[in-house]
């Protein structure tokens, strides 16, 4: 269900207002012109306008003034006794008006002018309209409190991502160095086209399975700078990669884990990714063979996938299920991902 903005709940409050009083006036106007025709119905609608006209005010000055100024800040002692004076004051008040505008009224009986039982049940209707109101206020500053530690949490871990991103690249480059590979150029030049994205795209909000795609292309290729033949990596996507969107740099983590954990003194390791994505439905799936206990751990194994792992509870919430399984000497993670609307 959609949040309704502060706009809309003050146009709904209004036309709820309109409403309200409508209703209430409309039986002085039926009676009016159905009724039969006299004096007494012809000063009828007249004495049902004042008599709105006193509650309007009472409702609104209760709503507006007293409940939130008095209550709220001075107690229910000081509130029941301004309540008490002002509806006296309105009492004689409409009495005065009454006997001034309608002296017909001594022929029919009693005023239609509002008494106390209709005083008091305007105000009780008053102080349910405004803790209506002030309870949406508080769940809205709730809700942008809310929506305002989300962000700073996303951005955050987002911030985790680059320094632990470069930590593992870095360390691909160590190793071309000391083997004073020629592919240590290109590799550099690989670096600064993932950095550049990084910089870039890396800060939308949300970006195309394409760019993401481009991005993850480039890492693996890096990779293979570093593993040459001796990893196996079949790297399949498919589906309208163009219109889905998602977080930049959601996948990456997986990739990063299947190569840090996928090699060691594996004999002819595979990595295997697969992508697709169909209706709004994103299935990645990515397959490495495990390493023996201990030989690609490091300090910030872990990092990586409860990272994503926590930014997908935040995005996604219910629309996502990851699944990772490692039996049979392999490691698994199978993610299906719904696109937010």
Not at 105 to 116: C, L
Request: aromatic share 14%; with cysteine.
């Amino acid at each position: 269900m959609k949040s309704i903005n502060n706009n809309g709940f003050s146009f709904q409050l209004i036309i709820i207002n309109i409403i309200f009083w409508i209703l209430l006036t409309l039986p002085a106007f039926l009676f009016r012109y159905n009724g039969p025709s006299n004096n007494f119905s012809e000063y009828f609608i007249y004495r049902a306008l004042i008599n709105n006209t006193i509650l309007a005010i009472i409702f609104y000055a209760n709503a507006y003034y007293f409940f939130p100024s008095v209550l709220k800040k001075k107690g229910i002692l000081l509130y029941l006794l301004a309540i008490a004076v002002s509806l006296l004051l309105v009492w004689f008040l409409s009495k005065y008006v009454d006997q001034q505008l309608f002296p017909i009224k001594r022929k029919w009986g009693k005023p239609f002018f509002p008494n106390f039982i209709s005083y008091i049940f305007i105000i009780g209707i008053s102080c349910s309209y405004r803790i209506i109101i002030d309870n949406f206020k508080s769940r809205k500053l709730n809700k942008d409190k809310e929506t305002e530690n989300l962000k700073t949490e996303l951005s955050f871990l987002r911030s985790q991502i680059s320094p632990h991103f470069m930590f593992n690249v870095l360390n691909n480059l160590v190793s071309l160095a000391r083997k004073k590979s020629d592919k240590m150029e290109p590799a550099l030049i690989q670096l600064s086209n993932l950095l550049r994205y990084m910089l870039y795209e890396g800060t939308q909000d949300k970006i195309s399975l394409t760019q993401e795609l481009k991005y993850l292309n480039g890492y693996i290729d890096l990779q293979k700078l570093r593993f040459g033949d001796d990893v196996i990596i079949i790297f399949n996507a498919e589906g309208d990669l163009e219109h889905f969107y998602l977080e930049p740099m959601l996948l990456i983590p997986f990739v990063e884990n299947a190569f840090k954990h996928g090699m060691g003194t594996i004999e002819n390791p595979m990595i295997k990714i697969k992508l697709t994505a169909v209706n709004k439905t994103l299935n990645f799936l990515v397959e490495n063979d495990i390493a023996n206990i201990g030989e690609s751990k490091d300090d910030s194994s872990g990092i990586g996938l409860n990272n994503v792992k926590r930014r997908l509870d935040l995005l996604y919430k219910n629309n996502y299920k990851l699944t990772i399984s490692n039996h049979d000497g392999k490691y698994i993670v199978d993610l299906k991902l719904t696109a937010n609307d």
